[in-house]
């Protein structure tokens, strides 16, 4: 697995950033709450494709930002298209960092797998 750049980094509100696979890989989310959090739920979502009338956002998962430094975790199947982890409860008494890790492709082709 490669671990990326994080797609909420230290934050209490916020959709974050992108994620973007365009071609079908595992994701393992790590969701690290920081300091004594009393609140807070980060969604992870996926929009597999674009529409004309923009971008529909589907939800995987609600997760409670663990206290004290604590550790949840998300994993999805094989999954291509686009991922965010929005901070759908506002965080309080700390922040979240959420890490995204992707299984690795197919060694013959480029990888284009980015946070944007």
Do not use: H
């Amino acid at each position: 697995m490669r671990v990326l750049k994080r797609l909420q980094d230290k934050a209490t509100t916020g959709a974050g950033k992108r994620l973007v696979l365009p071609e079908p890989r595992r994701v393992r989310f790590l969701i690290r709450g920081e300091g004594p959090v009393s609140a807070g739920a980060v969604t992870i979502e996926c929009c597999p494709e674009s529409t004309k009338a923009g971008k529909f956002w589907m939800e995987l998962a609600t997760i409670a930002v663990p206290a004290d430094n604590g550790l949840a975790q998300y994993y999805t199947e094989e999954a291509s298209g686009l991922f965010r982890a929005r901070i759908s409860r506002p965080v309080s008494n700390g922040t979240v960092t959420v890490t995204p890790l992707v299984s690795r492709g197919r060694p013959d082709r480029p990888d284009s797998t980015k946070v944007i």
